[in-house]
C-alpha cells in the first residue's frame, strides 16, 4: 500500500552510512528475515569465536554444558542456544531487539556480520515507539550492508504483503554493488526433497521476490554453508575490483598475503587491544540511554520500557584517538549463585531473561572496566546492585561508579553529590575493598554528549590505567619495608615474622606475591597490609590480589618431609609386593642376599607348581 511505501522510505531516508570503515575490503553481510525464521541461529553458526571475544568466555564452558534431554520435551531452548557466547536464540519471535555484529567466518572466508530482528508487517505498519526503533535499526544495517542474506522459513514460506514490502523497499534502496540473496532454512535432510512436497512449492514460490533461485541451508545442523561461503566471496571479489584492489589468483600468494594478515591481525588483537568498557547495572537505570549519547547516535533501542535490552550490544567506538569497544548490557533484575543454572520447570517466556543476563556477566568478565549505573531516585543502594559490584571486584575487574537520573532528584537540600557521597559511604561500609570507588552523577537523558564525555571518559581512562599498570620490584620492596618498620608483623609459634621481598607478578587485574618465612599470617594483619597497599599506590575500585608465599628456611629444627617412595609405582606397589611376598615365602625380602635367595624359591615353586605370583 502507499502508507507502507511512504513509511518504508521516510526511514530508508533518515539512516546514515554510519558503520563500519570502508577503508579494507571486509565484507558486510547483514541477515534479515521475518521473525523466527532462524537468524540468530545463522550469526552463530557464522560467527568466529577467536575474534568476537566480548561474546564468549572459556571459562563458561565448564558451566555451559547443561543436560540437552531436559530441553528435549518442551522445546524451550535449540540446540544453537546452548553454545556459550552467541546471539541468544528461542522459540519465541521476537527475540532479538538490536542489530548485533561479530565477524564471521566460513572456512577461510572472513568477513563483517550483522544480526538483526525480524520484519513483518504488523512491524512496519506499527506507530509503537518501541517497534519504530527496532525497524530502524534493521534498516540500518540492510543499508550498509554489501550482502543481505534475506532468511525465510522455507516450511512457512513467503507472506505476499510482508514479504513484497520488503522485497521492494530492498530493490528501491540497495546501493550500488549491493547484493540480495535469498536464502530458505530449517531444510534439515532430505525428508521435505520428494515429489508434489509443498515445500519445493513454497521455494518456487519464493523465486517470484526477484532476487532468484533461493539457497538451500539449515541453519541449526551447518547444511549448505558451502553454498553461502561462495556468495560471500563472490562479493568481495566484486567489492576488491570495485575499489580498484587487485585480487590474487595464485594460491601460494594468496596464502603467503592471507598468513601474513592474520599474524598482523592477532598481534594487533594483543598488543593494541582496544579498551572494553560493559555499561553493567539493573533494569531500566538508563544503560542503553547513556550508551546512546556517549556514542552520539541511536545505536541501540532504548525507552522507558524495563527489558529491552537482551543481548550485550558491541560497538567500536574512537575517543581521542584510542579505540573503545562499548558494550551495552541487559538489566540484572536478580543476582544468585543459581543463575548460571537453567531448570527445565523455567518458563518459556522467562528464558531469554535469563539468557540475557548471563549474556551480561560475560560481557563483565571480558571487559576491562565496568561502569556500575544507578538510579538517584531510589536515594540508596539495593542489595543486588552491592552483588553486582561485589561480582565485578572479584572477578578483577575495574570498577566505576555511575549515578544516573539526577534529574529525579527533586529535595534541593539533597544534591547530585550528595547521593554520589553517600553511595561512596555505603559501599564503603558493605564493601571495604571499594572504598573510595569514583562515582560519577549526571542525568544521561538531559546532558549533552559532550558533558558526558567529559565527566565520565577521564574517570574510566584513570581507572584503566591505576588498573593496567606495572609497578617496579624496588618500589613494592622499598614499600614493604617502611611498613614492616612501621607495624612489624606478629610472631608465629614463638618465631619472628619475616618477610623477604615482594613482586607483581601480573596486571590485568594486580597480583603481588609476598615471600615469608611463615606459612600463614594473622586475617587483621593481612587486611592491613592490602588496605596500606591500596592507599600507597591508589588502587580504589578494584581487588587487590595479595598472595603469600611460604619459603621455608634452613632451620634443623623443622620437621622434615617424609620419603614419600621410589621404585616402580611407590610405596603403594612396594606394600602390595610386600604383602604378595608375606603370602608366598613368609617375609618381606630385603637386600641383595634375600633377593637371591627369593628368585630361587620362586623358580623351585614354579617348578613344583605352588608359587602362583
Known sequence: SYEKRKMLRSFGNSISRRFFSTKTDDVVVSILGAPNAGKSTLFNRLMDKAKSRTYRLSSDKKSMRIKRKHYTGGSKISSQMLRAGGAIVSTIPGTTRDRRECWGLIGSTSFRMVDTAGIDGYRILSKDHLDKQILRQTWEAARKADLIFLLMDARIGVMSADWMDTAQWLRRNASKGQKVMLVANKLEGDSWNYKGSPILDTILEASRLGFGQPLLISAIHGDGMADLALAIEEVKKEKQKRLGIQHLADD??????????????????????????????????????????????????????????????????????????????????????????????????????????????????????????????????????????????????????????????????????????????????????????????????????????????????????????????????????????????????????????????????????????????????????????????????????????????????????????????????????????????????????????????????????????
Open 252 to 613: 601460494e600468494e594468496v596464502e603467503s598475503i592471507a598468513g601474513i594478515e592474520k599474524n598482523e591481525r592477532y598481534e594487533n588483537s594483543h598488543s593494541g587491544a582496544p579498551l572494553k568498557i560493559a555499561i553493567l547495572g539493573r533494569q531500566n537505570v538508563g544503560k542503553s540511554t547513556l550508551v546512546n549519547k556517549l556514542l552520539g547516535q541511536e545505536r541501540v533501542i532504548s525507552g522507558p520500557t524495563p527489558g529491552l535490552t537482551r543481548d550485550a550490544i558491541e560497538t567500536e567506538w574512537n575517543f581521542d584517538g584510542k579505540t573503545i569497544q562499548l558494550v551495552d548490557t541487559a538489566g540484572i533484575k536478580k543476582f544468585t549463585s543459581g543463575i548460571n543454572k537453567l531448570s527445565p520447570e523455567d518458563k518459556e517466556e522467562d528464558v531469554p531473561d535469563e539468557w540475557a543476563v548471563r549474556d551480561a556477566l560475560r560481557a563483565m568478565k571480558v571487559a576491562d572496566v565496568a561502569v556500575m549505573v544507578l538510579d538517584a531516585a531510589t536515594t540508596k543502594l539495593l542489595r543486588h546492585e552491592l552483588s553486582i559490584m561485589d561480582a565485578v571486584v572479584k572477578e578483577g575487574r575495574a570498577l566505576v561508579v555511575v549515578a544516573n537520573k539526577q534529574d529525579l532528584l527533586i529535595d534541593n537540600e539533597y544534591s547530585s553529590q550528595d547521593f554520589a557521597n553517600s553511595v561512596s559511604e555505603h559501599l564503603e561500609t558493605r564493601l571495604p575493598m571499594l572504598r573510595q570507588t569514583p562515582v560519577v552523577a549526571i542525568s544521561g537523558l538531559y546532558q549533552s554528549t559532550d558533558e558526558l564525555q567529559s565527566r565520565i571518559m577521564p574517570v574510566v581512562l584513570d581507572a584503566y590505567q591505576r588498573w593496567n599498570r606495572t609497578i617496579s620490584t624496588g618500589t613494592l620492596n622499598r614499600w614493604l619495608k617502611e611498613v614492616v618498620l612501621g607495624h612489624p608483623p606478629p610472631h608465629q609459634e614463638g618465631r619472628p615474622t619475616k618477610f623477604k621481598y615482594i613482586l607483581q607478578t601480573k596486571g590485568r587485574p594486580p597480583t603481588f606475591i609476598i615471600f615469608t618465612n611463615q606459612p600463614k599470617l594473622p586475617e587483621p594483619y593481612v587486611r592491613f597490609l592490602m588496605r596500606n597497599f591500596q592507599d600507597t599506590f591508589e588502587y580504589f575500585g578494584m581487588e587487590i590480589r595479595l598472595i603469600l608465599k611460604y619459603s621455608r628456611e634452613d632451620n634443623p629444627f623443622a620437621p622434615k618431609k617424609k620419603r614419600s617412595g621410589s621404585g616402580l609405582g611407590g610405596s603403594k606397589a612396594r606394600k602390595k609386593r610386600g604383602i604378595q611376598q608375606l603370602k608366598s615365602f613368609g617375609a618381606i625380602v630385603k637386600g641383595r642376599k634375600m633377593r637371591s635367595s627369593l628368585q630361587k624359591f620362586k623358580k623351585q615353586s614354579r617348578q613344583k607348581g605352588i608359587y602362583k605370583y
